[in-house]
């Protein structure tokens, strides 16, 4: 008796340590179709906006940096826009009340977009520039905290629900 209790603990615990099912942790991206006109063409100002800003591509985050040692997202914006002799206030908070408002589906290359990323707030805290635009679908170079300097889509959920407003400077 002995034997066959001591027999069915070992059993227990054997397939008590079995190794857990495995989970993938890539979640599955939830994109959403943006609408935008098809027929808006790149202008070449906005074109050599993007560019320039895509050299940054990669630099870590800095608050308050405007090289490439390190930016913060209104950084990247005032240093690109200076180089392309265009002058552009500093902080997010000016930029999103400088320039013209523009609909989100007449937005172009060289367009700024704004975010409100902070939870349960709808207050401008985070802006990039349009880098492609194509139906259905917005990319934007910014400096993420996290990530530093990347090139992001407003098709990906995140960006969907946090963006605001796009403005037009050029």
């Known amino acids: 008796m002995k034997k066959i209790i001591l027999l ?11 190794a857990k099912k495995s989970y993938s942790t890539s979640k599955k991206r ?9 027929t808006i063409k790149p202008t070449k100002e906005g074109e050599a906006i993007a560019r ?24 990247l ?12 206030p500093r902080t997010t908070g000016s930029l999103s009340s400088y320039g013209d408002w523009i609909d989100l589906k007449e937005v172009n290359v060289g367009d700024l977009v704004f975010f409100a990323t902070k939870k349960n707030s709808r207050k401008v805290n985070h802006v990039g520039i349009v880098t492609n635009v194509r139906t259905g679908n917005v990319e934007f170079i910014h400096a993420s905290t996290s990530r530093g ?11 969907y629900f946090a963006f605001v407003q796009a403005r037009r400077v050029l």
């Open 149 to 159: 300097v990347m090139i992001s889509s407003l098709a990906e959920k995140y960006w």
């Open 8 to 18: 069915i603990c070992v059993i227990a615990t054997l397939t008590s340590c079995k």
């Open 77 to 88: 914006i005032y240093t690109t826009f200076k180089d392309n002799n265009i002058s552009v």
């Open 52 to 75: 320039y800003a895509k050299k940054f591509n990669g630099t870590r985050y800095k608050y308050g940096g405007t090289t490439k040692r390190g930016m913060d997202c209104s950084g």
């Open 30 to 38: 939830q994109t959403h179709t943006v609408k935008v006109n098809p």
